[in-house]
């Protein structure tokens, strides 16, 4: 019997016959075709290009267009003129010699032994006085000489110092005259402690300026006493810096509505113009006024102490006047009311009615009757008489002699203080140039520069006369201009990471991809070279 299919359903499972299933065949990995060789050469040519373009053209402009133009300053010159080797200040003073009563031998021998005398007294090499025959019919601004000592017979030695002129007179015994063959006299001593005693302050002065700068020891004098340096030093604090000109405001302030108006202009052109004509050839001036009416002080007491002085400016309620077109401001208040300052002393009265107040101005209290309306010039007279003693201390000016001389000492005392420091603010510079060499340095720094070393050589040759005050100015004028350049002093604060940060975000997306392409063109450049040598030692090999 035959076997029968089985039908055929949709639901059955047919069951079959699995075959053991064969591998598929391995495919191997499919290169891409060899590049050709002018393919090779063209993406070379082209990663080639543009590191051309970079090197070539990138590199030069930004070069061009970031470098930091520095000026070249005479640095070493600079830090000589402010360690004090380049200039060693010397201040040679001529002293005027008038004896007509004397022979010229006579005159000649005790000109002679009055130098002498002076050098053996003069501890300060730096300060020299030279003695000169002057002649009676020139005074002392026509021999150039900084003071004239008359000689005149009398029955003792005497010396007065003329109050209005650079004038020393000296009167002498007839005996007193030396011989010819004297190698010392009495009368040239006497002559010469006059003339140390006479500029012994502007000695000091110099010496306290030079030994508080860097000066080589062999240039500084001897040591000052502590009492002078300390004298010297509230000087120059109370003093105010030196400026071409000065703004003098006078202010009137009352604590009611009377006084209203004072008659200034007046006051001043009697009682200080003189003053100011005599100061012209070393400040200016520029003068304005104003009257404030019921200014309250800040201390209501009667008797003021020596504590309420510093609190006595109510500055909130004060309109004092700025200073005009930058000269410094000094103060002169005439304040109107009935407070007076207490005396040191408890026995004594108290009868003082102004200060001083250093580098700002002065206080003057006026008492007045109540129904004083207007303020007249003489009411004015001590007040103003007050301003001009406190304006001579707030210059500088010295303390001893008659004022023709003290002008004179103030002209070489401002000489040699402008001169050391414009040689300070070169050796600033120098040292500036050189801690921060990014910095700019335009070219009109560098031409201050050598405007100001010459004008400090100037200065330096001629510190005895007014010409050394012209040219120390403008070379104190030329250094600050320098120093304070506008372009170089913002690049102080723009350190190197600022730098980084800005170029950073711009040139890492570019360089990138011309570093990564340059890397990968030398690998395959040293690949395709070492596969050329492994077929030339195949061939050689068969």
């Known amino acids: 019997m035959s076997a029968q299919p089985l039908p055929s359903n949709d639901n059955d ?48 402009i930004w070069w061009k ?56 007294l003069n501890d300060f090499a730096g300060h020299h006085l030279r003695l000169q025959m002057g002649d009676e019919k020139q005074d002392s601004a026509d021999n150039g000489s900084a003071l004239t000592i008359r000689l005149t017979p009398g029955e003792g030695t005497t010396a007065t110092l003329d109050p209005y002129e650079p004038i020393l007179d000296i009167t002498y015994p007839q005996n007193t005259i030396p011989s010819p063959t004297a190698s010392s006299s009495a009368l040239a001593t006497y002559i010469a402690s006059q003339l140390r005693t006479t500029f012994a302050e502007e000695q000091a002065t110099i010496s306290y300026l030079l030994s508080t700068n860097s000066m080589p020891s062999e240039h ?4 000052l006493s502590p009492e002078t340096a300390e004298a010297l030093a509230k000087r120059t604090t109370r003093s105010l810096k030196y400026a071409p000109t000065y703004h003098l405001t006078f202010s009137l302030f009352t604590s009611g509505p009377l006084p209203s108006s004072w008659d200034i202009e007046t006051a001043i052109e009697e009682y200080m113009k003189p003053v100011l004509d005599v100061l012209s050839p070393i400040h200016n001036f520029t003068i304005d006024t104003q009257v404030q009416l019921y200014a309250s002080p800040g201390v209501q007491n009667q008797v003021l102490n020596k504590e309420d002085l510093s609190s006595f400016i109510n500055a909130a309620e004060w309109p004092l006047s700025p200073s005009i077109g930058g000269a410094p401001t000094i103060n002169f208040i005439v304040f109107v009311g009935n407070q007076t300052i207490a005396s040191p002393s408890q026995e004594a009265a108290p009868t003082s009615h102004s200060w001083l107040i250093p580098q700002w101005g002065t206080v003057f209290l006026l008492s007045l009757p109540g129904d004083t309306t207007h303020v007249a010039a003489a009411t004015l007279k001590q007040p103003l008489l007050t301003f001009t003693s406190h304006l001579l201390s707030l210059t500088g000016t010295p303390e001893s002699g008659s004022l023709p001389l003290r002008l004179s000492t103030l002209a070489r005392i401002r000489s040699a203080d402008l001169l050391l420091r414009a040689s300070s603010t070169l050796g600033s510079l120098a040292r500036l140039a050189m801690a921060l060499p990014s910095i700019s340095i335009p070219s009109s720094v560098a031409d201050g520069v050598t405007k100001t070393m010459s004008h400090l050589r100037l200065a330096c040759d001629n510190l005895g006369g007014t010409e050394g005050l012209t040219h120390s100015r403008i070379a104190e004028a030329e250094a600050e201009r320098a120093f304070f350049e506008k372009s170089m002093v913002g690049q102080l604060y723009f350190p190197d990471e600022h730098k980084i940060a800005v170029y950073l975000p711009l040139l890492g997306p570019v360089a990138v991809p011309l570093v990564m392409g340059l890397i990968n063109e030398i690998k395959a450049w040293r690949k395709r070279r070492r596969e050329r040598a492994e077929k030339g030692a195949e061939k050689k090999g068969e």
């Open 220 to 223: 500084r004098p001897l040591g």
């Open 13 to 60: 499972v047919s069951i079959a016959t699995i075959a053991p299933k064969q591998e598929a065949p391995t495919l191997s990995k499919k290169l891409p075709p060899p590049e050709k060789p002018s393919d090779v050469r063209r993406r070379s040519h082209v990663i080639l290009s543009f590191w051309l373009i970079v090197l070539l053209l990138g590199l030069p």
């Open 65 to 120: 267009t970031t470098t930091i133009y520095r000026a070249d300053l005479p640095l070493e010159d600079m830090l000589e003129w402010a360690d004090g080797k380049a200039c060693r200040p010397v201040f040679p003073l001529r002293i005027s010699i008038q004896a007509t009563s004397l022979q010229d031998q006579e005159a000649q021998n005790l000109l002679r032994l009055t130098q002498h005398a002076l050098d053996d």
